[in-house]
């Protein structure tokens, strides 16, 4: 019997990185990796947005002479009449492209393909039904959905492809107001960008002092980093047929290779828990979501 292969996703970059940066992360994500499709696209702020234009389109064209698949990511949170125009203009560019506000319905052609991103708020059959009856034709799982709700949802919606976040600080929720400015001083119209101080997110603590969660501009982030540790053979039962990586400033080189070994069956749960730890993740594993545990949680 052949077995489809699980692919790798690498997400959109949540965090304000510099020009150089993006250019060299995604350069060697390009000719060193062996993820399948790569999202790009200022999906938090997009004040940011215009600084990283062009660096997003040089790494674009490098994605794909290195032949992985390029979707473009739109906002999650399009609150400005430049934002909402910037977000009407990605849909209406022609290309297959993520939606991350459901206000992106509105400017997509009748039966247009798209892929739903994590910040849809899709939590059941129904709504996935009614995506698909729009045109979409991926979607990937909210984070707080455990695998047997993603199950349901697979089993509700045949065709549909399923992808889980499976590596990253997980997107929590977002704000009108910034509170990276917030904690400088500064108000969120004169921020001077200082999310660029904090290149995989602020930390917050508890008044105990307590690691929380993570700032990201208008953001909330996980302190703990999702390892999705599920054996192949249950994602593939579960309706999971793609695993998404989340940018950060460790090795991700490391982190897609170790993924690629286990969700081929090369290799351990334990065994990808060891390589991503090395790999220098920002912050604990945690995986407690899946198994309808505290997102916070590490269930062995």
């Known amino acids: 019997m052949t077995v489809t292969p699980i692919t790798l996703t690498l997400g959109p970059l949540f965090f304000n990185w510099s020009p150089d940066r993006i250019g060299d ?14 999202h790009l696209g200022e999906v938090v702020c997009g004040k940011r947005a215009p600084l990283l234009d062009t ?9 794909e002479r ?17 934002e909402r125009r910037a977000a009407r203009e990605l849909v209406a560019a022609g290309a297959l492209v993520e939606l991350n506000d459901l206000s992106g319905l509105a400017h997509l052609a009748p039966g247009a393909a798209f ?8 939590y059941n059959e129904a709504a996935a039904r009614e995506l698909m009856r729009r045109g979409c034709v991926r979607l990937c799982a909210n984070v707080e959905l455990s695998l047997a709700a993603i199950a349901a949802i697979a089993g509700a919606c045949p065709g549909l492809e399923l992808e889980l976040f499976a590596y990253g600080r997980l997107p929590l929720a977002l ?14 119209d ?3 960008f200082v999310c660029d101080r904090d290149t995989d997110g602020r930390a917050v603590r508890t008044l105990d002092g307590e690691a929380f969660l993570a700032l ?6 996980s302190h703990g980093v999702q390892l999705a540790d599920v054996a192949p053979e249950r994602l593939r039962a579960a309706g999971v047929s793609a695993l998404r990586l989340s940018p950060h400033t460790g090795d991700m080189g490391a982190v897609i290779t170790a993924f690629r070994r286990f969700a081929d069956g090369a290799s351990t749960a334990a065994d990808l828990r060891a390589a991503v730890a090395a790999a220098g993740p920002p912050g604990p594993l945690v995986n407690g979501y899946l198994s309808g545990a505290a997102g916070m949680a590490l269930v062995t």
């Open 115 to 122: 892929v739903a991103g994590p910040f849809l708020n899709i």
């Open 55 to 63: 660096a997003l389109a040089r790494a674009a064209e490098r994605l």
């Open 66 to 82: 290195g032949g992985k698949t390029v979707v473009w990511s739109g906002p999650a949170l399009p609150a400005t009449p430049r």
């Open 216 to 221: 990201n501009g208008v953001q909330t982030l």
């Open 190 to 192: 004169s921020c001077q």
């Open 25 to 38: 992360f995604y350069g060697r994500i390009a000719d060193e990796t062996a993820v399948d499709r790569v």
């Open 175 to 188: 704000s009108g107001r910034c509170y990276h400015a917030r904690a400088h001083g500064l108000h969120k």
